[in-house]
């Protein structure tokens, strides 16, 4: 089955410091894509950043960035100089390229102390 | 409109009762789907549109879960004789469907409480 595991329920960090959040995942399918989502207490989902597994380059979006280690199944999340807004739940999710379902983790709240 | 949107934004309804729940995807994306998200955890994947049609509707826990999508825009997720235990977030996100422009995006959910 395709699991996706985050083991940290939930990480602080202070603000304009740098945290890295974890998550591996389980799965047999050699395409596929891996998301890191957003979800503030207003619920909405924001897409932070996006990775094709066929890509070695790590994806990097302003102050987020990934570290993608495919042999490893392993999909962290690093958030530099950390700020207040950056305050949510944080979702890694899976979608193999056979399908379009996502599958996600449990989530890591992630506090900002300023 | 510029993103997903959802209606009711929250539903409190009876047990036994029936509701329906509105999303409306962003203008031009062919693909619709629905997640459920329980307190405490991730989003479950419930049921995938392309178009009219439902491309996979795996996710649907029983057939109290019933989904439209008539003409290939707005979706009404629909559940008869509710349960406590359907309380949760209901999400509903859209897409293109080919490529680059596969991404989901979300809208902010309806949080339904069944009494």
């Known amino acids: 089955a395709q699991t996706v595991t985050q083991s940290q329920p939930e990480m602080s960090v202070q603000e304009a410091e740098t945290v890295t959040l974890s998550c591996t995942y389980d799965t047999s399918e050699s395409d596929y894509y891996l998301f890191w989502y957003k979800q503030p207490p207003s619920r909405q989902m924001i897409l932070v950043i996006r990775?094709?597994?066929?890509k070695q380059q790590n994806a990097t979006e302003n102050r987020f960035s990934v570290n993608f280690q495919k042999a490893a199944k392993s999909f962290s999340l690093k958030i530099s100089d950390s700020q207040l807004g950056d305050a949510a739940m944080y979702f890694c999710?899976?979608?193999?390229?056979?399908?379009?379902?996502?599958?996600w983790g449990a989530g890591t709240k992630l506090i900002i102390k300023p | 409109g510029a993103g997903v949107s959802q209606t009711p934004s929250n539903k409190v309804t009876e047990k036994g009762k029936y509701v329906e729940l509105r999303c409306d995807p962003i203008s031009g994306h062919t693909a619709l789907y629905w997640y459920r998200q329980s307190l405490g955890q991730g989003p479950e994947f419930l049921i995938y549109?392309?178009?009219?049609?439902?491309?996979?509707d795996s996710g649907l826990p029983n057939d109290r879960f019933f989904a439209v999508r008539p003409e290939g825009s707005v979706s009404t997720l629909k559940i008869q004789r509710t349960e406590r235990g359907d309380s949760a977030v209901y999400l509903c996100?859209?897409?293109?469907?080919?490529?680059?422009?596969?991404?989901?995006?979300f809208g902010p959910g309806t949080r339904l409480l069944v009494l």
């Open positions: 990775q094709e597994a066929y």
């Open positions: 999710a899976y979608r193999p390229d056979s399908n379009y379902q996502l599958i």
């Open positions: 996100a859209s897409s293109w469907t080919s490529g680059d422009k596969e991404t989901q995006y």
């Open positions: 549109f392309q178009g009219t049609g439902a491309a996979d």
